[in-house]
T-cell receptor, first 111, second 113 residues
């Protein structure tokens, strides 16, 4: 089955700790994306990557970092610098002009 | 002004009703239009994808785009309880630096028995 796998589904961390969210795709898509979803605000783009070893900041990149060492993988690190990290994080991928395919998200809670 | 405006709802309808979900957008350069459905605690899944003005039909779903008014709609016929979800519109523009996809905030729909 082709798709996008995000893990874990739920993640809990203490304030001040960095945390890395996993995203793997087996769709052979070139582009991958990270979005954050908060109630009433829709999806906001954090980072995106159109090719291995290259990525660009989205609209709300502060406090986040990413890497793209393999085509299949695009992990997102939420650093302690992110002021409001508690949210639902969605990873997506696409190829050319095809619409984005999304994973089922990771809900991060920081206390 | 937001680039994409969408009424958040919630919208509650009886089973069998025709549902109309709407978005407006501000940038006439947007070229592709999508509707996603998102169930609670899940990722969005693509329902409809179109690039031209007019209607596109897929089963009980019809997407309508009016580029002159910058207005996009999703109609659901014979709505079912399983259609209860949040519906997100999205618009896409192709740029030299990559594709820019902008989402509406989503409309929460509940179809009641």
């Amino acid at each position: 089955d082709g798709g996008i796998t995000q893990s874990p589904k739920y993640l809990f961390r203490k304030e001040g700790q960095n945390v890395t969210l996993s995203c793997e795709q087996n769709l052979n898509h070139d582009a991958m994306y990270w979005y954050r979803q908060d109630p009433g605000q829709g999806l906001r783009l954090i980072y995106y990557s159109q090719i291995v070893n290259d990525f660009q900041k989205g609209d709300i990149a502060e406090g986040y970092s990413v890497s793209r060492e393999k085509k299949e993988s695009f992990p997102l690190t939420v650093t302690s610098a992110q002021k409001n990290p508690t949210a639902f994080y969605l990873c997506a991928s696409s190829s050319g002009l095809s619409p984005l395919h999304f994973g089922n998200g990771t809900r991060l809670t920081v206390t | 002004q937001k680039e994409v405006e969408q009424d958040p709802g919630p919208l509650s309808v009886p089973e069998g009703a025709i549902v109309s979900l709407n978005c407006t957008y501000s940038n006439s350069a947007f070229q592709y239009f999508m509707w996603y459905r998102q169930y609670s605690r899940k990722g969005p899944e693509l329902l409809m994808y179109t690039y031209s003005s007019g209607n596109k039909e897929d089963g009980r779903f019809t997407a309508q785009v009016d580029k002159s008014s910058k207005y996009i709609s999703l109609f659901i016929r014979d709505s079912q309880p399983s259609d209860s979800a949040t519906y997100l519109c999205a618009v896409l523009i192709l740029t030299g630096g990559g594709n820019k996809l902008t989402f509406g905030t989503g409309t929460q729909l509940k179809v009641e028995l």
